[in-house]
């Protein structure tokens, strides 16, 4: 296979990529998926997959009250790491832990979706 690189939010000739995996992924991922979701996708990922039978967790990080969006992969490293090594399995269990260089500062809610906006100490 030649080297491959697929740029996020290139386009492909006949073929409509968000459109695809909509159609032919969203009822599979719907059986799928648990109850609860802790979403670290980036914002640009959303639009591939819409959760509809889950509770979620969404995140946004502010630095200096500005949204980060060049180092927010880092951060979700940084929120999967304190999944991993505390065993979460819950969103009541990540909301009751605290995270070092991380604070919540606001939440806000939308159907089953809640974005917890992050503040980088």
Do not use: C
């Amino acid at each position: 296979m030649p080297d491959y690189k697929y740029k996020q939010g290139a386009k492909l000739p006949n073929i409509n990529v968000e459109k695809f995996y909509l159609e032919n992924f969203s009822l599979a991922l719907d059986d799928y998926l648990a109850e609860e979701i802790i979403d670290l996708r980036a914002g640009h990922y959303e639009k591939f997959y819409k959760v509809k039978k889950a509770n979620v967790l969404t995140f946004k990080f502010l630095k200096d009250n500005k949204v980060v969006s060049h180092w927010a992969k880092h951060y979700r490293g940084i929120l999967l790491k304190h999944l991993a090594t505390n065993n979460i399995s819950s969103i009541a269990e990540f909301l009751a832990s605290n995270i070092e260089g991380l604070k919540l500062v606001e939440i806000q809610e939308k159907k089953n979706i809640k974005l917890l906006v992050m503040q980088i100490e």
